[in-house]
């Protein structure tokens, strides 16, 4: 089994969450996240204010993160002061983490479950790690670009990302010769799919809803549609969009645009390029 880029960058990241992050907050979230999806016992429940405004607060962001207010935003901000972007960072990696790995058992050997040997610089803080990670996944290009736009559009849409849902791929657009299709799935109103993009749809569903609901007959239907390095380049695409729950929870979603869309592309490094002018965006992206 090949470790691409992305599996390394994701084994640093959440080594970096190990090694920065308190340990009985790592703990916490694992407990719990780990309940919720039902691949661990019923956690332990805290018995203080802040225990429980911080379980408050990781039971909302796995369950609905859309769900997150200002007041229990606020809360966590309260009483972690400067470690809560911090705190809020390492719970995406950790429930991410968790999920990506209940999905690969159920999938078989789409990826490694855990990379033994990474370097993980000293230096390297959380963020820009997972900036690293991000970028490593967009330059994947084992799935074709309206497939991987419906999956990004899916997720933004249950997370209720603003400014995901604000935006639209130049070339998934440019493939289909319309944005109807992907403005149905922003809507939750998807128009008939082909059997592939459905597949892929209930895919997204399944893991960022309860991933322990991958049975066999989806297994096996994705295995139908998807070659195993797509189904590869697929699951970090969800946990590559997720991101998005960290941006939700802490209020950092707001769109670009307060009407209307942005077209984005991605450039030759994987970082995003987006404007209201398509070509814009092409003239960026295109070499």
């Known amino acids: 089994m090949t470790t691409h880029a992305a599996d390394l960058d994701l084994a640093v990241i959440e080594r970096i969450v190990e090694r920065d992050t308190d340990a009985a ?60 972007m911090g705190f809020a960072q390492a719970l995406y990696v950790i429930d991410l983490g968790i999920r990506r790995r209940i999905v690969i058992d159920r999938l078989g050997p789409i990826a490694p479950l855990e990379v033994a040997d990474v370097d993980v610089p000293a230096d390297l803080m959380l963020w820009p790690a997972i900036e690293n990670y991000l970028r490593s996944v967009a330059r994947m290009k084992a799935l074709d670009p309206v497939t991987a736009e419906l999956v990004r559009l899916r997720g933004a849409a249950a997370h ?3 400014i995901c849902k604000s935006r639209l791929s130049v070339q998934a657009v440019e493939a289909l010769g319309s944005a109807e299709l992907f403005e149905s799935i922003v809507a939750s109103r998807p128009t008939d799919l082909a059997p592939r993009h459905t597949a892929a749809v209930q895919f997204v569903d399944v893991v960022v809803t309860l991933p322990t609901g991958l049975d066999e007959t989806m297994a096996a239907t994705l295995h139908s549609f998807f070659s195993t ?3 590869h380049e697929m699951l970090h695409d969800v946990v590559r969009n997720s991101a998005n729950k960290f941006a939700v929870a802490v209020g950092g979603d707001e769109a670009v645009v307060s009407e209307g869309i942005e077209f ?9 390029i987006a404007d209201i002018d398509a070509d814009i965006v092409r003239a960026a992206t295109r070499v």
């Open 229 to 231: 390095e797509e189904l």
């Open 25 to 84: 907050l790592v703990a916490m979230i694992r407990e719990r996240v780990a309940a919720l999806l039902l691949v661990g016992p019923s956690p332990s429940e805290p018995t203080d204010a802040r225990g429980r405004v911080l379980t408050t607060f990781v039971d909302q962001f796995v369950i609905d993160v859309s769900g997150i207010d200002d007041s229990l935003r606020g809360h966590m901000f309260e009483h972690l002061g400067a470690d809560a």
């Open 264 to 272: 984005y592309d991605l450039d030759a490094e994987g970082d995003v």
């Open 160 to 162: 209720q990302c603003r």
